[in-house]
């Protein structure tokens, strides 16, 4: 069982930076590969970042490379999303998610909001 914690949502302005982070528990959570997903309202729930808890992979959605950074820090076991340059259109719920396979990701946090205002 994996448990995962976002904090650091909030309201910013547009050209704005927030930083969202993901503490992650669990016996076997370091076998997982962890990711960021967003849902805007009346959206469907879209992939934004992942990373591994080893290794350098790293990988992006079209729409926020360049602007987000996904990071570890495994002495704590968190998930970092640092975002900057913020458009209106990232405003969405945030989640964090482990996945441990290739078919899709097994667990979910509870989600923190981001509003950026224009």
């Known amino acids: 069982q994996v448990q995962l914690v976002e904090s650091g949502g909030g309201l910013v302005q547009a050209g704005g930076s927030l930083r969202l982070s993901c503490a992650a528990s669990g016996r076997t959570v370091r076998n997982y590969v962890m990711g960021w997903f967003r849902q805007a309202p009346g959206k469907q729930r879209e992939f934004v970042a992942s990373?591994?808890?080893?290794?350098?992979?790293?990988f992006y959605t079209d729409s926020v490379k360049g602007r987000f950074t996904i990071s570890r820090d495994n002495a704590k076991n968190t998930v970092y999303l640092q975002m900057n340059s913020l458009k209106p259109e990232d405003t969405a719920v945030y989640y964090c998610?482990?996945?441990?396979?290739?078919?899709?990701?097994?667990?979910w946090g509870q989600g923190t909001q981001v509003t950026v205002s224009s």
């Open positions: 990373i591994p808890w080893s290794g350098p992979s790293t």
């Open positions: 998610a482990a996945r441990l396979g290739v078919l899709g990701y097994d667990y």
